[in-house]
């Protein structure tokens, strides 16, 4: 069984999360859609799985991210995938596992992946003021393991272990090793804007030479950094506490949909 082709949707608001790092201001925005809209704007498209993430944290207000997800899988009875930096709290974890249920029972796959890429040194990427704390991240994917869900550790973007030591990433994994299924990681990409915001210049980083684009989900060009170091010692650290590691999602969600087979 094999997830082969997706689909982006978002909201078209921008993130209220503001991470610095983050390519989605460079998204155009010409006015913002309803949920009808933005569900009927797929429906000439081929996919197997919907990923609900573009332009913006789109379950930054949970429930708003629910019904576009449930508008979603009601009309296509497809897989989705949520990914998010928001902690649900108990009343909206419950109403996210009721539909995860609507969506297993139709035979599909919801998958859930929680962004954190740091702890001590998070502010260098994203506003704490915005943002749940990466400890308050790590309780919120022990909460969707509890209720039967396989929630994936996104932990990317990688920094060079000079801007954000990967020991960092490793407690992260190690603090997430009994609750998540696998783990999703990658180096930081970056272009004017991003570098302007993280306060730095192209030229504190080496590049990877052969370029990767994330394909369908920006409508710009970035250069990845190269933390093929960073990237080793995270598959060391996977390997040695028995999770799977992988560079892109794809592959992770056909992993934890074969767990479930």
């Known amino acids: 069984m094999s997830i082969e082709k997706r689909v982006f949707v978002s909201f078209d608001e921008f993130c209220p999360h503001q991470c610095r790092y983050c390519f989605t201001y460079d998204i155009p925005r010409l006015r913002e859609r309803t949920i009808e809209e933005i569900v009927n704007s797929i429906e000439n498209d081929t996919f197997d799985v919907i990923y609900i993430s573009q332009k913006n944290d789109n379950f930054s207000n949970p429930y708003k991210g629910m019904e576009l997800t449930r508008q979603l899988f009601r009309k296509y009875k497809t897989n989705v995938f949520i990914i998010t930096r928001t902690v649900f709290d108990k009343k909206q974890l419950r109403e996210l596992d009721e539909l995860s249920k609507e969506v297993n029972d139709a035979g ?117 950094v190269n933390v093929e170091k960073e990237l080793a010692a995270l598959h060391k650290k996977c390997t040695s506490l028995g999770i799977p590691m992988f560079e892109h999602s794809m592959p992770a969600i056909n992993y934890v949909m074969n767990m479930e087979t």
């Open 108 to 224: 599909k796959m919801m998958f859930v992946a929680v962004s954190i890429n740091a702890i001590d040194s998070i502010s260098i990427c994203e506003n704490p003021d915005l943002v749940a704390t990466p400890m308050r991240r790590i309780s919120f994917i022990k909460e969707l393991s509890a209720i039967g869900l396989h929630p994936i550790l996104m932990l990317r973007p990688v920094f060079p272990n000079e801007v954000i030591p990967v020991a960092e990433c490793e407690k992260l994994i190690e603090a997430t090793s009994n609750d998540v299924s696998c783990v999703v990681s990658s180096g930081l990409g970056v272009n004017d804007s991003i570098l302007s915001r993280l306060g730095m210049k192209e030229s504190d980083f080496s590049y990877k030479e052969n370029q990767e684009y994330l394909q369908g989900a920006i409508e710009c060009e970035i250069k990845f």
